[in-house]
């Protein structure tokens, strides 16, 4: 958001299988996949080595708390990005 207007947007998803796969679509266009790379009970590693940026996405679970890295693939140019539930009570 940029002066309370919508200047960028993504939508999301990960497509299960034995090979989940995290598909993008910034601002709608895609997808672009990343298949998964490392899985573990509080993690997945999702990469890309031939998208221009990010080419690696690794989400941590923290109690009720989500943590995304995005990178290169070695791991430069890092960006976090810390999300958390919703209230119950959210309208």
């Given at each position: 958001?940029?002066?309370?207007?919508?200047?960028?947007?993504?939508?999301?998803?990960?497509?299960?299988g034995a090979a989940p796969t995290f598909q993008a679509y910034p601002r709608g266009a895609?997808?672009?996949?990343?298949?998964?790379?490392?899985?573990?009970?509080?993690?997945?590693?999702?990469?890309?080595p031939d998208h221009d940026y990010p080419q690696k996405i690794k989400y941590t679970r923290?109690?009720?708390?989500?943590?995304?890295?995005?990178?290169?693939?070695?791991?430069?140019?890092?960006?976090?990005?810390?999300?958390?539930?919703?209230?119950?009570?959210?309208?």
């Amino acid at each position: 958001m940029n002066e309370g207007k919508v200047v960028f947007f993504e939508q999301m998803r990960i497509d299960p299988g034995a090979a989940p796969t995290f598909q993008a679509y910034p601002r709608g266009a895609g997808p672009s996949g990343f298949p998964a790379v490392a899985v573990t009970n509080a993690s997945v590693t999702f990469a890309n080595p031939d998208h221009d940026y990010p080419q690696k996405i690794k989400y941590t679970r923290e109690g009720n708390a989500l943590n995304a890295v995005i990178s290169l693939i070695d791991d430069t140019q890092q960006g976090t990005f810390n999300f958390m539930p919703c209230p119950a009570d959210a309208s």
